[in-house]
């Protein structure tokens, strides 16, 4: 049956059936392919040899890649059935060498678009070809064909009796004209009978140079481009439709398949109007995308815009809002009025590059977004924002929010969308605007966190500028651009996922696997003349699917301590360098500083266990980096070479034996405050000193702690919160003040840990946690419950936990049941499930490093084995490798691999895992 199918599909389109008493009918008028092309047509396809560029494209790494796709495997499938059916001699070449043929690409409904397919039946070979089928398809029983007439033209159905599948065509001029969807092929006669007043124009594209040794020509109709889109998405979140002119004019690409990339080179033309956005770029100095070096490599897209400059660029854009984006320029003309600001004067501090980064996040719904603006002149940015912000305020009774972070002074602009109100539609989803200058380049966040996160990844050099893989994307695509937008695959992938209609998300979520191997994507316009150079490129990976059976993971670095190792590894950074250093504590209290080569640097006896974690700090604040540690009486800061800095250790009163001990940092200004608890119900904060500072003599709360107290900072307002066992919530300000609605009681005793999601507001923020017993529950910064939900208990011995990735910026929810372990994620939905040889305590560590990548590490503390496993469920690991602790995990993403750090009996290993 699959075989008839793929029959129909191909020989139908060829135009199985007396086309030639047809073709000699109808030939009243010599026309050119191209003239039956419908004018609403989004993209066309040309070829002058199918045959060849198909044999082509098989050849190809891509073409495996493409063949797990089931539409490209019946294509294949097809084109095999049409080969054998004609004799396997040579027949399907003959049809399509020296033929123009083209596949023009049309919206059809709300959801769907379908393909219109033209042939050039001239060539006396294509005629005996088409004979021999005439002959076959009559044999095939399953195969049923109408004839209808419209306007005096023959149109030729074919209807498979079973599936229901039909193909119409019709014959004019020595072209066979033919569809899935028959409409095409109807609004093909009615342009015929019109005239040809309705066709696909692409005169000013032909005088164009192309590339003869191609894979064929694309091209397009831009001002359609967004109604192809709108097929995809969800209805609420169509695309608008002023940006339908967004583009206007019209495109050509030639097409070239390579073995790791596709590329599409060619030019597009404004509109003759020049209502399209791209023609704003006009004589504008393309830019090269510097601002990568400030880039986080979190971002799944980065729209950038190269200009001359921002006085130039208005005299162009201003003009466009008025004509083809009404609503910018009512926009941007109401908020002059109310605030006497001249819009226009914002563009003259501008410099040459503007770039919008959508970056991935935990709601693909909302996701975080980064508006950069270069300008040589930031004091005047600077003023500009500044006294916009105060005249928004005047008058209120109100104060702007700032607040320092990392040095970096960030300010609230508190009008929404103010970057759409600047640079148009594009720039949309910026509820609230945040902003702050790093280097030259001025950065609205629609978040306060999407900054703070930004300037921590610089920090860390987690940027686009220091990553392997984005650096071989941009190797490849065009160096200076006027608009370039850069895909991350990977890393856009949910959110593509979560704005796709019912009807695609079902193909889109099948083919996943497939479309990750096209990892990277780039599509670039230059100015050049009165047209615009185009480039588009797509960097192939290809991946083999993941088997049940792994290789054995491979130690990389091995170490023996004289003594029993009493701690996990603590990962840190050295400011002497690139790479990851390594420290450890034995059963003696020795600490042991690994360097990266796998070598013992120095090691310091410290008279007890480290409680908690070792931190870097910076405490001169010189870059020089510094670890701090606390023991059951003391707090120690050791230098790079394993000695004490000034002062230290601290011994803290024989009446204080530590609990739990946290470093903060309230704006990442190195101006540190260790926070402990001890065993009883007390907190105490100190100074960097050592100073116990007042209203923490100790602040008491009534019951010991479940967890480690530590910091948020939510709009300026810093708060320490403080977990008790038994469900109570501390929120306490830096007086050891409780803030209002506070202690608050979860009902149930605590175990885990608290996540907490920014909401934009101190009082919109939200904690999510988890009792023991799991009722899940999330309250605000206001001491409110929002929601309570109880989680399914398959037993009454059931137990609860919530844990939160490294980055504090996702997190899980896990459930044991004796020696069954499930893990779900935070929409409550299960992720896998596991059973285990102990139903002893078990320790759970959560990775989440964005683009779907998840590890799940689960600790048999009783067998001292740990269990890697990925969202799947499957083990990374060839078997659970044994470790007496937390292991610490590193993902090399420009290798592919992650590096296990384990600490077992008296060995401390690196284990080198292939992603």
């Known amino acids: 049956m699959k075989k008839i199918i793929g029959i129909i599909f191909v020989l139908a389109a060829l135009g199985a059936g007396g086309f030639f008493v047809f073709d000699t009918y109808f030939n009243a008028k010599k026309v050119t392919i191209w003239d039956m092309v419908p004018a609403h047509a989004i993209f066309v396809y040309q070829s002058n040899n199918l045959t060849q560029q198909w044999n082509d494209l098989q050849r190809k790494p891509i073409w495996r890649t493409l063949l797990q796709v089931p539409y490209f495997e019946e294509a294949k499938t097809n084109f095999e059935l049409l080969d054998s059916l004609l004799g396997s001699n040579g027949a399907i070449d003959k049809l399509f060498k020296n033929q123009n043929t083209l596949l023009s690409c049309h919206v059809t409904a709300q959801n ?91 005169e000013p594209l032909q005088d164009l140079v192309k590339i003869d040794d191609d894979d064929g020509n694309l091209y397009a109709n831009l001002k359609l481009v967004p109604s192809w889109f709108k097929t995809f998405l969800k209805q609420d979140l169509a695309i608008k439709d002023s940006s339908s002119v967004l583009f206007g004019g019209s495109a050509f690409w030639d097409v ?35 601002v990568k070096h400030i880039v986080p490599n979190r971002t799944s897209t980065l729209l950038h815009l190269g200009i001359q400059s ?64 270069q300008t040589n002149d930031m004091p005047g940015a600077s003023n500009a924002l500044n006294t916009l912000a105060e005249q928004i305020i005047r008058g209120k009774e109100d104060t702007i929010y700032t607040e320092t972070y990392a040095d970096h002074e960030i300010r609230q602009l508190a009008i929404k969308d103010f970057p759409q109100i600047l640079l148009g539609n594009y720039f949309e989803g910026f509820e609230q605007c945040f902003y702050t200058s790093v280097g030259e380049y001025l950065v609205i966040a629609n978040t306060i966190h999407s900054l703070q996160f930004m300037l921590d990844d610089i920090d860390f050099e987690n940027t686009w500028g220091k990553s392997l893989s ?20 990977n890393r856009f992938w949910e959110m593509i996922l979560s704005n796709t209609n019912q009807k695609w998300l079902e193909f889109l979520k099948e083919n996943t696997f497939q479309a990750k191997q096209f990892q990277y994507a780039a599509f670039q316009f230059v100015t050049v003349d009165d047209k615009f150079y185009s480039n588009m490129t797509v960097l192939h990976q290809p991946k083999e699917r993941v088997v049940q059976t792994r290789k054995p993971h491979e130690p990389i ?43 013992i640097d120095w090691q310091k006896e410290v008279g007890a266990s480290i409680i908690g974690d070792i931190t870097p700090i910076d405490y001169y604040k010189n870059g020089k980096i510094q670890y701090f540690f606390a023991t059951e009486n003391g707090f120690h800061v050791l230098d790079r070479n394993g000695d004490y800095i000034e002062n230290f250790p601290i011994n803290l009163p024989d009446t204080l034996h530590v609990a739990f001990a946290n470093v903060i940092d309230y704006d990442n200004s190195h101006n540190y405050r260790f926070v402990v608890a001890d065993k009883r119900t007390n907190i105490y904060l100190y100074d960097k000193e050592g100073k116990n500072l007042e209203g923490w003599t100790p602040r008491k709360v009534n019951g010991p702690l479940a967890m480690a107290p530590f910091h948020i900072r939510v709009q300026g307002r810093d708060c320490i919160v403080a977990m008790q066992a038994n469900g109570m919530i501390n929120l306490i300000n830096r007086r050891g003040e409780m803030y209002p609605g506070f202690p608050l ?36 910064l206001g001491g409110a419950i929002i929601k309570r939900t109880q989680l399914y208990r398959s037993s009454a011995d059931a137990k609860f936990g919530l844990v939160v990735d490294r980055l504090k910026r996702n997190y899980v929810i896990i459930s044991q049941d004796l020696n069954r372990i499930k893990i779900f994620n935070r929409k409550q939905e299960e992720i896998f499930a596991k059973d285990f040889v102990t139903s002893q305590q078990m320790g759970f560590q959560y990775y989440d490093f964005g683009s779907s990548n998840e590890l799940f590490a689960i600790t048999d503390y009783d067998q001292e084995f740990t269990y890697l496993y990925d969202s799947e469920g499957q083990l990374i690991n060839f078997q659970p490798f044994e470790s007496s602790y937390p292991i610490a995990l590193v993902y090399l993403e420009s290798k592919g691999k992650y590096h296990v750090y384990r600490t077992y009996q008296n060995m401390f290993s690196i284990l080198s895992l292939d992603k």
């Open 256 to 290: 070239k398949i390579e073995d790791q990339a596709i590329k599409f080179d060619g030019f597009a033309l404004n509109d003759t109007k020049k209502q399209g956005w791209l023609s704003t770029f006009s004589d504008e100095k393309p830019s090269p995308i510097l």
């Open 310 to 373: 921002g006085p130039s660029w208005k005299q162009k854009l201003l003009p466009y809002f008025k004509m083809s984006e009404p609503s910018v320029y009512k926009a941007q003309s109401s908020l002059s009025e109310q605030y006497q600001t001249d819009m226009s004067k914002f563009y003259d501090w501008m410099g040459s590059e503007i770039a919008l980064a959508i970056v991935e996040s935990n709601d693909p719904e909302l996701p975080e977004k980064l508006l950069y603006i």
């Open 557 to 599: 670095q091995n170490l023996l301590t004289q003594a029993a190792i009493s701690s996990k590894p603590f990962v840190v950074k050295s400011h002497r360098g690139p790479g990851f250093q390594v420290m450890i504590q034995d059963s003696t209290n020795t600490v042991y500083y690994i360097t990266k080569e796998g070598d």
């Open 745 to 780: 009681d979860l009902n149930g005793t605590v175990s885990s840990a608290l996540f907490l999601e920014p909401k934009g507001t101190f009082e919109t923020s939200q904690f999510t946690g988890i009792t023991d017993h799991g009722e899940l529950v999330q309250f605000n």
């Open 470 to 489: 984005m650096n071989k994307l941009t190797e490849n695509v065009l160096q200076e651009t006027n608009v370039s937008l850069l895909v991350n695959t």
């Open 112 to 202: 769907e678009f379908d393909f219109l397919w033209l042939l050039n039946l001239e060539n006396p070979n294509s005629q005996s070809v088409i004979i021999q089928l005439q002959d076959r398809i009559k044999r095939i029983p399953t195969l049923k064909m109408d004839k209808r007439t419209l306007s005096n033209f023959d149109i030729i159905e074919f209807t498979h009796q079973v599936s229901g599948k039909s193909f119409s065509y019709v014959i004019y001029d020595n072209y066979l004209i033919g569809s899935f969807t028959s409409l095409l092929v109807e609004d093909v006669i009615r342009n015929i009978s019109g005239g040809f007043t309705q066709s696909f124009r692409i």
